[in-house]
């Protein structure tokens, strides 16, 4: 089980912030904070990154660091790995919800309800049709043989349509 997060962090900006740490630990501080910053979801926090100014991040940060270290240590590998992997998964979510066309790959595939979603009909079919010429081209490339998704509102439930034949 997770360690509890500091005040003033909702769980979505607190795993911004520990895959921020991830990327300065490998990356280093300046080209983490160019390259990698925090996507926060709350106003005050979102704040750090939309400036020209580098220091309230930076400041954040090092007023962090030991609670990321503690938070590290008391969650553990695995169930920071989780965490990182559903947070990547609501990332994509939240970049996507507006998308009404969506691809599930089949099988048993389960990780997510559609792995790509797309504006247009044209667009999602354009895809398959990718997929099936590599597939002809390459043989580490499988045929399409999924599901074919579509919503009518944002963020609402994808139902499966035919493929066109």
């Known amino acids: 089980m997770s360690a509890s997060i500091p005040a003033g962090f909702t769980l979505y900006d607190w795993i911004e912030l520990v895959g921020f740490a991830w990327k300065v630990e490998n990356e280093g501080y300046h080209y983490a ?5 925090p996507e926060f979801e ?8 939309d ?3 580098p220091r309230p991040l930076s400041k954040a940060y090092e007023e962090q660091e030991q609670a990321l ?22 990332q994509k979510e939240r970049r996507e919800a507006h998308l009404p066309w969506g691809l599930h790959p ?19 079919l354009e895809a398959i049709k990718e997929q099936n010429a590599r597939a002809e081209q390459y043989e ?5 043989t999924g599901r074919l998704l579509h919503r009518t509102t ?3 439930e994808w139902t499966e349509v035919p493929l066109p034949r």
């Open 154 to 156: 944002p963020r609402g």
């Open 51 to 53: 400036t020209d100014d």
């Open 42 to 49: 709350t106003e005050e926090l979102r704040a750090l990154v």
């Open 33 to 37: 904070a160019e390259h990698y910053a």
């Open 140 to 144: 580490n490339f499988l045929p399409f």
């Open 69 to 90: 270290q503690e938070w590290q240590e008391a969650t553990g590998p695995d169930e920071a790995d989780r965490l990182w992997e559903a947070h990547l998964q609501e």
């Open 106 to 124: 089949g099988g048993d595939w389960n990780f997510a309800p559609y792995s790509k979603a797309f504006a247009t009909r044209e667009e999602v």
